[in-house]
């Protein structure tokens, strides 16, 4: 089972509408349950990855996305990959298998089995569970800075 928020799903698929026809890679990160806030967390044991959060896509820069690959996201802090597909194949592709979890959207750009799904990388699709939950506010003290290798 692939746990993600609603929040999350909605801001994926406002993404994907807006570049239209053009495609959208995104990294996407998760919050372990036990952090979340929300009714529909509280079911769901602490340690369970959901994805909570992305990375903005940078459309214009063809040298950071090599392959789906966005290479300024550490790789490290991104556990899936959120692609769109204008063209209404709602599958992993090639250029869309370099991630353990891979959502993938078609147009109408809406929450549906026929528009919005998660897979692994070698193309399986998983159940997916939508969830009304939230991650914990951050500031930008609470985010660890690394600087240098």
Known sequence: MVYVTRALVDVLL?????????RVTT?????PAG???????????DETPVFTDFYLPDPG???NAVFGVD???PARQAQGQFVSHPLRELEVTKRD??????F???PPWEIGKRSFAAFDRSGDRHPLEIIEATAPDQSLSDVEWKTGP
């Open 35 to 45: 952090e979340l806030e929300g009714e529909d967390a509280v079911a769901i044991p």
């Open 27 to 31: 990294g996407v990160s998760v919050t």
């Open 97 to 102: 298998d370099l991630a353990e979890v891979i």
């Open 71 to 73: 290479l300024t996201t």
């Open 104 to 106: 993938v959207a078609v």
């Open 14 to 22: 406002d993404l994907a509408s807006d570049a239209d026809p053009d």
């Open 61 to 63: 820069n063809s040298v």
